[in-house]
């Protein structure tokens, strides 16, 4: 017989068997958990809240210095002749000075992120504040009763109207119109029978959004002075 060829045992491979059974595939992990970032809805505006809020009864006196120092500032920008500081006849307020009297009354920490009065705005959504308007009325007794020697007066605050615009354009894009007003009158009764000056402002707030910068405090760092000196 012929000897047998074994060339085709030496080059012939099996195909390797790949199985393709469900536990050949990876699968998935029983604890792994998918998250999902949702934007939390915005707070509904409590209109009723606002207008309710209790007015705030802040005291001064009509002393000249405050009056004073605004007119030294604006002397160089509206050519005034500044009048002495002290005098000896009286001086009656100039109209819009009473500005710098009744300053806010409330400690830094519980300001707004602009160091505005919070409770003006809505809630704390609101961190957009604009001016809208307003308007000042001087009554024809002001003159006679505000007189700068250092007789008593107040200053009463109170949101009057609130009216809300663009809530039906997007959820969360609505405008704020909020009236503050501010009547001021000889003495420190709350209450008096008349006012000397009031005074609106309008402010528009509006809700913050991710794209502003951010409200928080810049962390400080150390930095190191060098302080040469020379003996001699």
């Not at 024809?140 to 663009?166: A, F, Q, T």
């Not at 405090?217 to 150390?222: D, M, S």
Request: proline share 12%; charged share 25%.
């Amino acid at each position: 017989m012929p000897p047998r060829s074994i060339a085709p045992r030496l080059f012939s491979r099996k195909r390797p068997h790949i199985s393709t059974s469900p536990a050949s595939h990876p699968q998935p992990c029983p604890y792994s958990h998918s998250y999902s970032h949702a934007t939390p809805s915005p707070k509904p505006i409590d209109i009723q809240d606002l207008r309710s809020r209790p007015p705030k009864v802040i005291r001064d006196y009509l002393v000249p210095m405050p009056s004073h120092l605004l007119t030294t500032t604006l002397d160089d920008l509206l050519l005034l002749r500044t009048p002495p500081a002290s005098t000896t006849r009286q001086q009656h307020l100039p109209q819009g000075h009473h500005l710098v009297y009744f300053p806010l009354q409330t400690p830094a920490s519980q300001l707004a992120p602009d160091g505005a009065d919070r409770d003006h705005a809505p809630n704390e959504e609101f961190t957009k504040r604009l001016w809208a308007g307003g308007e000042v009325r001087f009554h024809h007794h002001h003159r006679r009763n505000l007189v700068l020697d250092g007789r008593p007066w107040v200053c009463r605050e109170e949101i009057g109207d609130v009216r809300v615009k663009g809530e039906e354009k997007k959820p969360g894009s609505e405008k704020v119109f909020v009236d503050v007003w501010r009547r001021y009158a000889l003495g420190h009764d709350p209450n008096p029978k008349e006012w000397d000056i009031e005074e609106r402002r309008t402010l528009v707030f509006m809700r913050g959004t991710g794209d502003d910068v951010s409200q928080e405090a810049p962390k400080g760092r150390l930095v190191k002075c060098e302080f040469p000196f020379l003996l001699s």
